[in-house]
């Protein structure tokens, strides 16, 4: 079946610009999860929907960002006024429901590059 | 605030041997220690997951272990092959997810 897919898979913007990620989870995943991987590093939790619900948003770096799921499935990862330092890989993942709602299905990922 | 480390950083060892990644953690309130590997440009694959009131759990050739009170895992890889090449990543699960960065294991046909 279809796993989570991520859109675009690349994204180079110029500093400053406004830059808009999506992620399709997998269908009938309960919850969504975005997280920033830096070259070299373990990726790094952001965010956290269960259905629309964004439960947990401790781990977005700055007022920058923002993220929505306002129907529960499709998840869009917004970063405006975009600067160097969130070049980055940005992962999403979706979970199912109970029981198994422990591990964590991922997305290819989308690298975005600042320019 | 949890930390979570992986040694080594990188391990080169020829094709067919057994090898031991390393994964420890600072606090030992976790609900859960999960292996994942990712391939270059890829996501991650979830290995093994492991509750925190396991000691082990074995996939194929994968064996991983949890040791809560000391705060650490071992994966273990048994028979390797080229295709085991990849990125190991050990999370564990508590309030927050936290990754380690990861070990670069290379398979040398």
């Known amino acids: 079946g279809a796993g989570v897919s991520q859109s675009p898979r690349y994204k180079v913007a110029k500093r400053g610009q406004d830059v808009a990620l999506r992620c399709d989870p997998i269908?009938?995943?309960?919850?969504l999860f975005w997280y920033q991987q830096a070259l070299g590093q373990g990726p790094e939790f952001l965010t956290y929907?269960?259905?629309?619900?964004?439960?947990?948003k401790s781990g977005l770096p700055s007022d920058r960002f923002f993220a929505e799921r306002p129907e529960g499935s499709v998840s869009t990862l917004k970063i405006q006024r975009t600067q160097q330092e969130d070049s980055a890989v940005y992962l999403c993942?979706?979970?199912?429901?109970?029981?198994?709602?422990?591990?964590?299905?991922f997305g290819p990922g989308t690298r975005l590059l600042v320019l | 605030k949890q930390e979570v480390t992986q040694i080594p950083a990188a391990l080169s060892v020829p094709e067919g041997e057994n090898l031991v990644l390393n994964c420890s953690f600072t606090d030992s309130a976790i609900y859960n220690l999960q292996w994942f590997r990712q391939d270059p440009g890829k996501g991650l694959t979830s290995l093994l997951l492991i509750q925190s009131s396991q000691r082990e759990q074995t996939s194929g050739r994968l064996n991983a272990s949890l040791d809560k009170s000391s705060g650490r895992s071992t994966l273990y890889i048994a028979a390797s092959q080229p295709g085991d090449s990849a990125t190991y990543l050990c999370?564990?699960?508590?309030?927050?997810?936290?990754f380690g960065k990861g070990t670069r294991l290379h398979i040398l046909p």
């Open positions: 999370a564990v699960r508590g309030d927050k997810i936290i």
């Open positions: 929907f269960q259905n629309e619900a964004q439960l947990d």
């Open positions: 269908s009938g995943h309960v919850s």
């Open positions: 993942a979706s979970s199912p429901p109970y029981p198994l709602q422990e591990t964590q299905y």
